[in-house]
């Protein structure tokens, strides 16, 4: 299994305290120390509208200044957003091959159907978005195989062109898609592309379900590009550290339920919905769960007692009530899918991962108010004692 990382730039600040330059260089900083510490690819989303949760709205920007800075590190999307609303699909093609030219071959494609804030800001047709994303997987590979290149389907229309430039992967660079629920992860096997999932403080077995529904999806693969990238990927909150207690000094456990109490707003996800998928229920993700309408309520007397420790520490903190890190620690600690832990706790988190065909971890390492001392200490462990320990060295 090899470890990537996956970045939110994540202010976690109102947008008038938002210093986008520092963000940058901090970024630019945390992608030198995972390349020089062997992590396997640095993933960039795209979101809009959310600034205190994520300013990354033009990820093959960030990607670019990534690869001027990088040696071998892996640049992917995950993803970047497919509705044709947002982005058509020739210039989805254009744009990520000039960051494969620019990277000298180390782009990875995943594409996402979005949801959520993306969808109100462009208009975007609920309705068509599976369809659309599923058509510019395959319009962006003939793109890319082509020396000229045509389509004509009931969705979209591009008249014989030639399109340049063409990536420097042969014959093109692997395509990925952003999953959210069991339908999703059929789709990307039926495909032919990798599956980018998450699994933040949900159950194991919710991600041993992910990839089972995927693999039902590549038995009846029908490849939308020239080969099939049939591997899973799933994101997931890392903190490291040599010790316990300074992980519980990081602050890193408090900003992973910040991470969470923020993400329902973002999506626009109903948080019974949400916390749903921490009680090990499916169908919390983004595309598929009901829209919020008008801000969301404070919490109630109830929720502040919710029986899960985790959730009802999450509404504490929503409602500005003071947290004990030590509390909160223990009940972040208590995921197999959250690695925040010292080495060894996190080591047999990863091996879980692993021992289910998770081929790459993406671990999002900045988030929250986590300072970006933290960061980078934490990526100094996890390049030190973990990479080399589960990608086939140990």
């Not at 769960?289 to 029986?307: Q, R």
């Amino acid at each position: 299994m090899k470890i990537d990382v996956f970045s939110e730039l994540q202010p976690a600040r109102p947008t008038g305290e938002i210093d986008a330059a520092r963000l940058l260089h901090e970024t630019l900083e945390q992608a030198r120390a995972a390349d020089e510490g062997g992590f396997g690819c640095w993933w960039a989303v795209e979101h809009h509208s959310a600034p205190a949760f994520s300013i990354s709205s033009a990820p093959e920007m960030i990607l670019a200044a990534i690869a001027g800075r990088t040696e071998r590190i892996r640049l992917g999307t995950s993803g970047i957003l497919a509705p044709f609303a947002i982005h058509h699909p020739v210039r989805l093609a254009e744009r990520a091959a000039w960051l494969d030219v620019i990277s000298g071959g180390r782009l990875e494609l995943g594409l996402a159907r979005s949801g959520g804030a993306e969808w109100e800001t462009f208009g975007v047709d609920a309705e068509r978005t599976r369809a659309e994303l599923q058509e510019a997987m395959r319009m962006i590979a003939a793109i890319w195989t082509r020396d000229r290149f045509a389509w004509d389907s009931e969705l979209i229309r591009v008249p014989e062109r030639e399109i340049v430039p063409r990536p420097l992967q042969r014959p093109h660079p692997p395509l990925w898609q952003t999953v959210t629920g069991p339908e999703s992860c059929e789709i990307a096997g039926r495909l032919g592309v990798g599956m980018l999932g998450s699994a933040n403080f949900s159950p194991l077995a919710l991600t041993k379900g992910a990839i089972e529904a995927y693999e039902r999806g590549l038995a009846e693969c029908r490849p939308a590009g020239a080969f099939v990238n049939d591997a899973r990927a799933i994101f997931t909150i890392v903190h490291c550290r040599e010790t316990r207690e300074e992980v519980v000094a990081s602050g890193a456990a408090e900003a992973a339920l910040w991470f969470m109490n923020e993400a329902p707003n973002v999506f626009r996800v109903r948080r019974e919905n949400w916390v749903g998928l921490i009680r090990g229920i499916q169908g919390g993700g983004a595309a598929s769960s009901p829209m919020i309408d008008g801000p969301e309520a404070p919490p109630t007397e109830a929720e502040l007692d919710d029986p899960v420790p985790l959730i009802a520490l999450m509404n504490r903190q929503r409602a500005g009530l003071p947290l004990d890190p030590e509390e909160v620690y223990e009940a972040v600690a208590a995921y197999d899918t959250c690695l925040i832990g010292d080495v060894e706790s996190c080591l047999a988190k990863l091996r879980a991962f692993d021992a289910l065909g998770v081929d790459r971890l993406m671990c999002l390492m900045q988030f929250g108010g986590l300072a970006h001392a933290e960061v980078m200490e934490s990526l100094r462990v996890v390049g030190k004692h973990l990479v080399p320990r589960v990608d086939g060295a140990d």
